[in-house]
């Protein structure tokens, strides 16, 4: 993957374009941040003359806009569009992409809340799904009819940490002229740019990586496709479930820090995985970064690390598998993920319950990590006195 990005000012760093993009100084005062218009409306000079485009924050406002421009150049694309929440982007997509009738691939490893709009929501308005197994793209050709639309795919998945070849997903999609979409939340932009490898649309909730710091909820579409970007902002704006100028603000500012973030969720990760690797009491250890996971060189191939997510499998079974969340101290039992602080959860019963009993059931042993940027030693320390 390529470390130079563009921000409309010239080819940079991702670091740089992270800090920069969309960050314009404020041409009054000079402030260095953008602010937060926590405004509704905006004065018109005369019917229709908009100042910059901006007549009412719904369809526009310039904190989010900042956050637009911003995501876009992190991910390659023409445009990008910000949500009130990861869902909120998915509902507008698939209801830009599909209409009834259609069909939508989808991955048999997938977070519980798509599963659960596409199954529950999306499905009542008559559009029909097949589950494939994502990691190999002859299923996924196979899985697809002349009604299909669109192939959704994470990579890496959750919370099983699937990896799937974007590239070679793309050529499939492309063959059959239909729309591949790749949900880069686990990865981010950092390590990750899915658009480069042929994707069509990239989806996000805002809410993880890219704000970090548990504050705050939002989801983003990022597209390089001018057509497809007009279609998704004309939805936006119809449907308005956009995201407020202090939640934009609050992402864009967790940005800035995303590489140097990820860099230190990806090390401790490494370190985590090593120990759990070797403890007697996990069974499987699912991290993409390990030599003998499946997708180990798919992922080295076009991910820049392999991410701050671990998975891992416990003997003694489900019950066991509560008591090792109740047991942390360092580690929060929470649900989300990409935090600067370390979360631990039981997927069957917490994020994923909504697939129980479906495809996308998740084994009942199953622990979920988002490693924070914490001391190593004190995350390490944590969960060996929770395994016991």
Not at 41 to 68: C, F, H, I, M
Not at 163 to 189: E, H, Q, W, Y
Not at 332 to 347: A, D, F, K, Q, W
């Amino acid at each position: 993957m390529s470390d130079r990005h563009s921000d409309g000012h010239g080819t940079h760093g991702f670091e740089t374009v992270a800090i920069h993009a969309g960050n314009t100084p404020d041409p009054m005062t000079g402030a260095v941040v953008p602010a937060i218009y926590q405004v509704s409306t905006y004065k018109q000079d005369g019917v229709g003359g908009l100042r910059g485009g901006y007549e009412y924050s719904r369809s526009g406002n310039p904190t989010r806009t900042a956050l637009e421009e911003n995501l876009a150049a992190l991910e390659g694309g023409r445009r990008g569009l910000a949500f009130a929440s990861g869902l909120a982007a998915e509902d507008c997509l698939l209801r830009t992409l599909l209409a009834p009738g259609d069909h939508l691939v989808i991955p048999d490893d997938a977070y519980g809340g798509t599963f659960r709009l596409i199954s529950k929501v999306v499905a009542r308005w008559g559009v029909d799904y097949t589950v494939a197994d994502t990691s190999d793209p002859a299923a996924v050709r196979d899985a697809l009819t002349d009604r299909t639309k669109a192939i959704w795919v994470e990579t890496p998945s959750n919370p099983l940490l699937g990896i799937s070849d974007i590239a070679a997903l793309a050529g499939v999609a492309r063959a059959a002229g239909v729309r591949l979409v790749v949900d880069n939340t686990f990865a981010s932009p950092y390590l990750q740019q899915p658009l480069a490898l042929g994707a069509d649309v990239v989806v996000h909730s805002t809410t993880k990586y890219m704000g970090g710091h548990s504050d705050v909820v939002g989801g983003a579409l990022v597209t390089d496709d001018q057509e497809l970007a007009d279609e998704l902002a004309y939805h936006q704006n119809a449907m308005g479930a956009v995201a407020g100028p202090f939640d934009s603000w609050l992402v864009l500012r967790g940005i800035k820090t995303l590489a140097v973030r990820m860099d230190r969720h990806s090390a401790n990760a490494e370190r985590i995985v090593e120990m759990l690797s070797r403890h007697p009491k996990v069974t499987k250890v699912l991290y993409p970064g390990l030599a003998e996971h499946p997708g180990h060189e798919v992922a080295a191939k076009q991910m820049r690390s392999f991410g701050g997510m671990v998975s891992f499998q416990v003997a003694g079974g489900e019950e066991e598998a509560v008591a090792v969340c109740d047991r942390t101290k360092v580690f929060t039992l929470g649900e989300s993920l990409g935090g600067v602080e370390s979360l631990i959860e039981h997927p069957g019963r917490m994020t994923h319950a909504s697939v129980a009993g479906s495809q996308l059931e998740v084994p009942s042993d199953l622990v979920r990590l988002s490693v924070g940027i914490e001391n190593a030693d004190d995350l390490l320390a944590d969960l060996q006195q929770a395994l016991g």
